[in-house]
């Protein structure tokens, strides 16, 4: 590969990895919130999370690039705070990402919260468990699985990115170019051998990481059916 090819390569891993933290740090509280929260106005909440699951990226992309230029309010804040403009930077592009990916991490989350026996929480609250408590040994530990899978799809959604990253952050190397952006970049320069090389690269990756989740996922389900079995047998 080349340099260029390499520094998408670190510019994509780099947006992966962050946009995956902060949708995990968000993604955890709205994701609680969703499986407790019983409101008619939850089906409108959940629609709006799940928004990017059916529109189009460029459309996504459109309105995020009219919020982050420097007369309208976001971007003016964004550039009174930092000195820097946002549309176009690599801040821009894990904004985007955060929005763009965040059905993939919350969605997993709230059905495995949804999914847990109140009578377990009831009593890890008789007991005196505090809330942080209470998450870290009593939810996480049941819904580690899916917090994996959550994690999983999140970093690899923000890999494929493509629409979103192109109308908010360009092409700008070591900055805002990525894969997907370096493959179209290679396509549009007739230059196959480069192209094939780096699609390849994703569809293995992507095929990787799919197997892997789901074999996680079997893995959890067979520990539970044998921890239910072993308790129906006592």
């Known amino acids: 590969m080349s340099e260029y090819d390499w520094l998408a390569t670190y510019t994509t891993i780099k947006l992966a990895g962050i946009t995956t933290l902060i949708l995990l740090l968000i993604g955890t509280p709205l994701a609680w919130w969703l499986s407790q929260w019983q409101s008619r106005w939850r089906a409108l909440v959940e629609a709006l999370v799940a928004l990017p699951l059916v529109l189009p990226p460029t459309v996504i992309g459109f309105y995020l690039l009219i919020a982050f230029a420097p007369d309208a309010l976001p971007g003016k804040l964004w550039q009174t705070i930092t000195g820097q403009q946002l549309a176009f930077s690599f801040s821009a592009i894990v904004i985007g990402s955060v929005f763009y990916s965040l059905p993939f991490v919350v969605q997993p989350l709230q059905k495995a919260f949804e999914q847990i026996d109140p009578h377990i929480l009831a009593k890890a609250r008789m007991l005196g468990a505090a809330k942080l ?19 999983t799809l999140g970093f690899a959604h923000t890999v ?11 092409n700008i190397p070591d900055e805002t170019r990525v894969l997907s952006i370096a493959l179209f970049d290679h396509v549009e320069a007739f230059n196959y051998q480069q192209a094939h090389l780096l699609a390849s690269g994703l569809l293995i990756a992507s095929l ?6 789901y074999l996680l996922n079997n893995y959890h389900e067979q520990n539970q059916q044998q921890t239910r079995s072993r308790k129906s047998a006592q």
Do not use: Q, Y
């Open 208 to 213: 990787l990481t799919l197997a892997l989740v």
């Open 160 to 170: 494929g990115e493509f629409g979103v990253v192109l109308m908010i952050g360009g």
């Open 133 to 151: 408590d209470l998450f870290v040994n009593v939810i996480f530990p049941i819904t580690k699985a899916s917090f994996i899978t959550a994690a």
